[in-house]
Structure formats: structure tokens, C-alpha cells
């Protein structure tokens, strides 16, 4: 499942539990793709800090049990401090 957020892209593939970043807009920012795994608040990040233009970053993540609902959003980040802005809304899919 994909998701373009103005300046970035950020995608969750179920089979595998692969995660995706990528930047799409030169503006010093990196694209960061954030999610949370069934109803834990924990935010997990992936920094693609490779510059507008470059490949996907990809995040192989845990094993996740089948059905259980993945919250995923993309974001902007500032990579020197971390500070992460400019997200979209929270999207759902299922593992």
C-alpha cells in the first residue's frame, strides 16, 4: 500500500512486513514513514535521508501476525535533530 504526502511517499507491503521511504521533493528534508502495530502507541520510524530523487529505503520489520491492523503515515523529518513535521494523516492496513 502506497502514500504520497506532497514530499514524500511512504508504502507498507503486508507479505514480509516491508516498510518503505522515499523523498520526492528536493527541500533539504527527509522522508520519514512512520507506523504503529495494533493497538500499541509505540511509533516506529523509517529515515530516508538519501536525498529528493534516490531509491526507495526499505525496512524489513518484525514478524507481524496475520490480520492485525498497521497504522502507517509519511512524514518530512529535519535528519540533524530528528524533529519529524509535516505528516499525513494515519492510514490503516492489515498485516
Same mark, same amino acid.
Given at each position: 500500500?502506497?502514500?504520497n504526502?506532497?514530499?514524500?511517499?511512504?508504502?507498507?507491503?503486508?507479505?514480509?512486513?516491508?516498510?518503505?521511504?522515499?523523498?520526492?521533493?528536493?527541500?533539504?528534508?527527509?522522508?520519514?514513514?512512520?507506523?504503529?502495530?495494533?493497538?500499541?502507541?509505540?511509533?516506529?520510524?523509517?529515515?530516508?535521508?538519501?536525498?529528493?530523487?534516490? &531509491?526507495?529505503k526499505?525496512?524489513?520489520?518484525?514478524?507481524? &501476525?496475520?490480520?492485525?491492523?498497521?497504522?502507517?503515515?509519511?512524514?518530512?523529518?529535519?535528519?540533524?535533530?530528528?524533529?519529524?513535521?509535516?505528516?499525513?494523516?494515519?492510514?490503516?492496513? &492489515?498485516?
Open positions: 500500500m502506497y502514500r504526502h506532497e514530499v514524500t511517499m511512504g508504502y507498507f507491503k503486508p507479505d514480509g512486513e516491508i516498510f518503505g521511504a522515499k523523498d520526492i521533493y528536493g527541500d533539504s528534508l527527509s522522508a520519514v514513514t512512520q507506523w504503529k502495530i495494533g493497538s500499541s502507541s509505540t511509533i516506529h520510524s523509517l529515515w530516508n535521508n538519501n536525498g529528493s530523487g534516490s &531509491a526507495w526499505t525496512y524489513n520489520g518484525p514478524n507481524i &501476525a496475520e490480520g492485525t491492523r498497521v497504522l502507517i503515515r509519511s512524514c518530512n523529518g529535519a535528519t540533524g535533530s530528528g524533529f519529524v513535521m509535516n505528516c499525513s494523516d494515519w492510514w490503516s492496513a &492489515a498485516a
